[in-house]
């Protein structure tokens, strides 16, 4: 059977990832994307979150306070473009129809404000690393800021390129951005 043998060479179709309300522990969050409904209850916390190419919105609720709504982007990772090459097309559409070929950032902050200043002290202050400023300048980025650190010790930061709203996340071998914006119902 001709195909039988294809196999995606990318990480697969699901993603952990680890959210966080830095600003408001202990916070449930509602992720959505085209693919399903995941939950993390409490915050800081984890979930693992079928791969589509599609936004992600992550909301998160805490009794008493207002919802926090943001929209992740996805992005075409880099082991895709190997399967065009090993793969050929057959590759390509089944990591296509599968969402294989994308991923979401893999710490996703969401701006809420419980006023819990203890939480604020808990995210140390820091600037940009050497490679971020680099990263931020290329993507002509402004008002760039630490908003965490992830599972794997890379840095999160979130700030504003070429007017859309960005994460930023850098380990040692470079920076990559995710968009990601506030809900319609967030602007009213």
């Keep these: 059977m001709i195909g039988s043998g294809c196999a995606s060479i990318t990480s697969g179709q699901n993603q952990t990832l680890s959210v966080a309300t830095p ?10 994307n085209k693919d399903g409904v ?17 936004k992600l919105t992550v909301q998160c609720s805490k009794k008493g306070y207002d919802d926090g709504i943001i ?3 996805s992005s075409i990772k880099t082991m895709a473009w190997g399967n065009i090459i090993f793969g050929g097309l057959i590759g390509v559409a089944v990591d296509g129809i599968t969402g294989a070929a994308c991923g979401y950032p893999s710490f996703v902050p969401v701006p809420m404000n419980c ?3 203890t939480t604020v002290a808990a995210t140390p202050l820091r600037g940009l690393s050497a490679a971020a400023e680099e990263a931020s300048q290329a993507a002509k980025c402004a008002d760039m800021a630490f908003v965490g650190e ?9 700030g ?9 996340t850098c380990v040692d071998d470079g920076c ?10 967030d602007e009213q």
């Design 23 to 32: 600003n408001c522990p202990q916070a449930t969050c509602q992720l959505t």
């Design 38 to 54: 995941y939950y993390v209850s409490p915050t800081p916390g984890t979930v693992m979150v079928n791969r589509a190419c599609a």
């Design 71 to 73: 929209q992740v982007s």
């Design 115 to 117: 006023g819990t200043s």
């Design 150 to 158: 992830g599972p794997a010790g890379e840095l999160v930061y979130s």
């Design 160 to 168: 504003v390129c070429e007017d859309k709203s960005v994460l930023m």
């Design 176 to 185: 990559s951005f995710s968009e990601f914006g506030q809900s319609l119902s």
